[in-house]
């Protein structure tokens, strides 16, 4: 048996889950609603304030979708009630991001700003010139807009400029020593 599989997911105060079709799920709460299809095999119940997932065999496949599915429905409860945020710093002389209504424009040493539209459900705050925070109630999208911003200027390994996650390590190379002209 799955050990994140079989562990039953609290439904807070606030918060309405609903199934449709057994494998569809809506989940409902203070900060939006979200909607997610699973795999058709995991059967899916709401009971006495619980959401339990359960798998009709042990078949390898299902053993992968049901720690996946419990996971994926514990996050969207998560992002519902408190929401997720990824926080990004950029390192650098010159570097800078600036919000220009729902545009974040980005200053990265290229003979142009690079200038990037929020998605639906998705905020971006810039509170210094070097940080920026993305916010939202999908983990997924989240995460996927934090990783095109990092993109547009990944950390350079001999000097560090760059966009990185908030708390990452980039390790240095050392450069080329003793370097004769």
């Known amino acids: 048996m799955s050990r994140i599989g079989k562990m039953p997911i609290a439904i807070p105060e606030g918060v309405e889950v609903k199934l449709d079709d057994e494998y569809r799920v809506t989940v409902k709460g203070p900060k939006g609603t979200l909607t997610k299809e699973f795999h058709r095999d995991m059967i899916i119940k709401v009971e006495d304030g619980k959401i339990l997932v359960q798998r009709p065999s ?6 992968s979708l049901h720690g996946l599915t419990r996971t994926l429905l514990n996050n969207m409860i998560i992002g519902v009630t408190n929401g997720f945020e990824k926080a ?3 390192q650098g002389v010159g570097f800078r991001a600036q919000k220009q209504g729902k545009k974040l424009v980005l200053t990265l040493g290229y003979s142009h700003p690079v200038e990037m539209v929020e998605p639906d459900g998705i905020t971006v ?3 210094a ?3 920026i925070i993305v916010r939202g109630i999908d983990k997924q999208a989240v995460g996927e807009f934090a990783a095109k911003i990092r993109s547009k200027r990944k950390p350079e390994v001999y000097k560090g400029k760059g966009i990185r996650y908030k708390g990452e390590v980039v390790r240095l190379k050392v450069g080329k020593a003793g370097a004769k002209k």
């Open 58 to 63: 042990d078949a390898k496949l299902h053993k």
């Open 129 to 131: 010139p070097n940080e």
């Open 88 to 90: 990004l710093e950029i």
């Open 125 to 127: 705050d810039v509170p």
